[in-house]
């Protein structure tokens, strides 16, 4: 009989990691986030409340474990660049991460961050992070993944981080799944917030294409603006059109959901009812892959701001699939 697989989760947020590898047949052991809100959630979901701020956790009392998880905050480091590794990462969330690293030698870590981690600082902060990883003992890959390429209607980058104590993971055998749209995920009921025609504006046809991303830009809110010296038909790219502004048709996929975005303004147009309407909370939740019996915050605004900093259920599945058939039952083979 096969050992389960075990791992922690930490800067949890709402559980995005431990669903995900559950779904796989793990067993999370551990747990820890410092925001109240997502932690009620977190144990209205797992049956389990997550210890508090990491940096008061004594890493001798957290469990042995195999994969080490962790969605950090990324901050810049002080004295990076001078090659000190694990030094170098003192007074941030990361050193933290490390120490718990140190003590607890884990088979896999993986980590999940904003893609711009990699040019962050002058990319200091990125090369001390591997620096580091390999300084602890760690063979290190990493590559930035598109949740829009896992089945999911949503473009949204993230670079993942894999560190291993034998072998070394390929991102190359991670197995993508066929594009999926916005209108594939729509609900067919729900107390829908239309806006009157007079509150929009879709731009000439001529002029609507889909991006190498996969969304299509259609129309924008109607919100005061600067028209001195704008030239007829470039009205949509003013900068007052912002994301919260902009409406997108359900042909294509959406632009990522942001945890700053708390009130949920994300339009989209309904081509065959040509209407536009916000999605609802259960469709930005779709969007990200989490199933329909999830429970969220009672409280609109933090299920917004949650759901905004949660991973990608069916992409860190995947990536969860792949280390535990590349390295721990190629290691049982072997």
């Known amino acids: 009989m096969k050992k ?34 997502c932690k009620k959630v977190y144990e209205e979901n797992y049956g389990e409340y997550p210890k508090g701020d990491i940096t008061k956790i004594d890493a001798s009392e957290i469990p042995d474990f195999d994969i080490l998880c962790a969605g950090f905050p990324c901050q810049p480091f002080s004295i990076c660049g001078k090659k000190k590794g694990f030094e170098d990462t003192r007074g941030t969330l990361f050193f ?24 962050h600082d002058g990319k200091n902060t990125f090369n001390t992070i ?12 990493y590559k930035v993944l598109n949740s829009k390429d ?25 197995k993508k799944k066929k594009e999926v749209y916005i209108k594939d995920i729509l ?27 996969g969304l299509i830009f259609v129309g924008y809110r109607n919100k005061g603006m600067w028209k001195k010296g704008v030239r007829p038909n470039t009205e949509h ?3 007052v059109h912002r994301q919260p502004n902009r409406i997108y048709s359900v042909e294509g996929i959406h632009p990522t959901i942001p945890s700053q975005e708390t009130s949920g303004r994300f339009w989209i ?7 536009v309407r916000k999605l609802t909370i259960n469709e930005c939740y779709k969007l990200m892959g989490f199933p329909k019996e999830f429970k969220k915050d009672s409280n609109l605004s933090n299920a917004y701001k949650q759901i905004g900093n949660s991973v990608v259920i069916p992409m860190i599945e995947e990536v969860a699939r792949q280390i535990i058939k590349q390295i721990f039952e190629e290691e049982q083979d072997g």
């Open 4 to 37: 389960q697989i075990t791992f922690i989760d930490l800067f949890a947020g709402i559980g995005g990691f431990r669903y995900s590898f559950e779904k796989c047949g793990c067993k999370c052991v551990f747990s820890s986030e410092i925001d109240e809100a």
């Open 96 to 119: 933290e991460i490390c120490r718990i690293i140190k003590e607890k030698n884990p088979k896999v870590i993986l980590l999940e961050n904003v893609k711009h981690l990699i040019n």
């Open 130 to 141: 591997i620096f580091t990883l390999e300084k602890l003992g760690y063979n290190v890959s």
């Open 150 to 174: 896992f089945g999911v209607a949503q473009s949204r980058e993230r670079i993942i981080i894999v560190g291993t104590r034998k072998g070394k993971f390929d991102f190359e055998k991670i």
């Open 187 to 213: 609900d067919s009921d729900g107390n829908f917030e239309y806006l009157d025609e007079n509150e929009y504006t879709l731009i000439d046809k001529k002029y609507i294409k889909r991006q190498p991303s």
């Open 237 to 239: 790219l003013s900068r």
């Open 269 to 275: 147009y309904l081509n065959n009812e040509r209407a």
